[in-house]
């Protein structure tokens, strides 16, 4: 089955303390990108990857970083979390970055840092 | 700049009642319209994808329509399901210059309930 899959799907996590949350997709898409959700506001996409090795900053990238090593592979990590990063975040890949190509989305990762 | 605004925040209807949910947009330069579908706690699923030529779009009992001129689109749903509970997200792209890539500006959603 075509998926984009995420983990872990709840995290709480002290300020400060490292975390990664892993994202993987089994469609071969070279676009992969992380958007966090917050209530009454739209997905806001924090970094995206063109390809291995290929990465660029969304509209909110401050305080994560990615890597890209792997094509399937497109971990999130934060450094030193902190309580304004608590949020519902989404991995999702497409094929391009075309136009018109569909996106598809992971389950969510809910993260509460206190 | 660029923005997805969508109505009603959130809305109750009986199941087998339709519905209708609104977007407008400033998006410029326009490439697409999209329409997705959020369960609780899950990730967004496409329903429909529109052109600037595109004025309607079937997916089932969901009808996208794209008034390309007014800057409007409309999602509506006919004969709810309680199934159909969930937030529906407007999406708009944007054209980049550099490449002909595409940049998504998501609306905040409307939150749909469907009562037995």
């Known amino acids: 089955e075509a998926q984009v899959t995420q983990n872990p799907r709840y995290l709480i996590t002290v300020t400060g303390k490292k975390l990664t949350v892993t994202c993987s997709q089994n469609?071969?898409?070279?676009?992969m990108s992380w958007y966090r959700q917050d209530p009454g506001l739209g997905l806001r996409q924090i970094y995206y990857?063109?390809?291995?090795?290929?990465?660029d900053k969304g509209d909110v990238p401050e305080g994560y970083k990615v890597s890209r090593k792997e094509k399937r592979n497109f971990p999130l990590i934060l450094e030193s979390p902190s309580p304004n990063q608590t949020s519902l975040y989404f991995c999702?890949?497409?094929?391009?970055?075309?136009?018109?190509?569909?996106?598809?989305f992971g389950q969510g990762t809910r993260l509460t840092v206190v | 700049k660029n923005q997805v605004e969508q109505s009603p925040q959130s809305l109750i209807i009986l199941e087998g009642k339709n519905c209708t949910l609104q977007?407008?947009?400033?998006?410029?330069?326009?490439?697409?319209l999209r329409w997705y579908k959020q369960d609780t706690g899950r990730g967004p699923v496409s329903l429909t994808i529109?052109?600037?030529?595109?004025n309607t779009k079937s997916n089932g009992r969901y009808t996208a329509t794209l008034d390309a001129d007014t800057k409007q689109s409309s999602l509506h749903i006919t004969a709810s399901q309680l199934s159909d509970s969930a937030s529906y997200i407007c999406?708009?792209?944007?054209?980049?210059?550099?490449?002909?890539?595409?940049?998504?500006?998501f609306g905040a959603g409307t939150r749909l309930a469907v009562h037995p």
């Open positions: 977007c407008n947009y400033t998006v410029s330069p326009f490439s697409n």
């Open positions: 999406v708009v792209s944007a054209k980049e210059f550099s490449g002909g890539y595409n940049k998504l500006i």
């Open positions: 990857s063109m390809n291995v090795e290929v990465t």
């Open positions: 469609m071969n898409h070279e676009y």
């Open positions: 529109m052109t600037f030529s595109e």
């Open positions: 999702a890949s497409s094929l391009t970055r075309g136009m018109n190509t569909e996106a598809f």
